[in-house]
Nanobody, 124 residues
C-alpha cells in the first residue's frame, strides 16, 4: 500500500515561489514514475510534471521554465519547486505514483496512488 502526503501549499502573491513536498510511505525509488497534478475549481485535473526512476523529467507546457520536479531518495520525498507563480496556478496540487510508466508521463491514467492534495492560491 502506497500512502502519499503532500505539504507546502499556501497563499502567495504573483511572482513569488512555493515548494511542495510529497512524502512517500514506502521506497520512492521503486516507483516507475512520480507526478504532480493540479485541479482548479470547476476544471478537470491536469498534469503538471513527472519524473521517472532514472531522473528524467517532463513538464506541461504551461509550467516549463517556472517549475522543477525532483526526488530526494534519501527521504522518500517528491518535490515541486514553483517559481514565478501566476494567478492561473491557483489550484489544489496532488502528487501521484505509478508502477506502469516506462518514461516520465503526463498521462493521468498511468497513476494509481494519489495524495489528498495541498492548496495553492496565487493572488495578483
Amino acid at each position: 500500500q502506497v500512502h502519499l502526503v503532500e505539504s507546502g501549499g499556501g497563499s502567495v502573491q504573483s511572482g513569488r515561489s512555493l515548494r511542495l513536498s510529497c512524502a512517500d510511505s514506502g521506497v520512492i525509488a521503486t516507483r516507475s514514475c512520480m507526478g504532480w497534478f493540479r485541479q482548479a475549481p470547476g476544471k478537470e485535473r491536469e498534469a503538471v510534471a513527472s519524473i521517472d526512476r532514472e531522473g528524467q523529467t517532463t513538464y506541461a507546457d504551461f509550467v516549463k521554465g517556472r517549475f522543477t520536479i525532483s526526488v530526494d531518495k534519501t527521504k522518500n520525498t517528491l518535490h515541486l519547486q514553483m517559481d514565478k507563480l501566476e494567478p492561473g496556478d491557483t489550484a489544489t496540487y496532488f502528487c501521484a505514483a505509478s508502477y506502469t510508466c516506462w518514461l516520465p508521463s503526463l498521462n493521468i491514467r498511468e497513476y494509481t496512488y494519489w495524495g489528498q492534495g495541498t492548496q495553492v492560491t496565487v493572488s495578483s
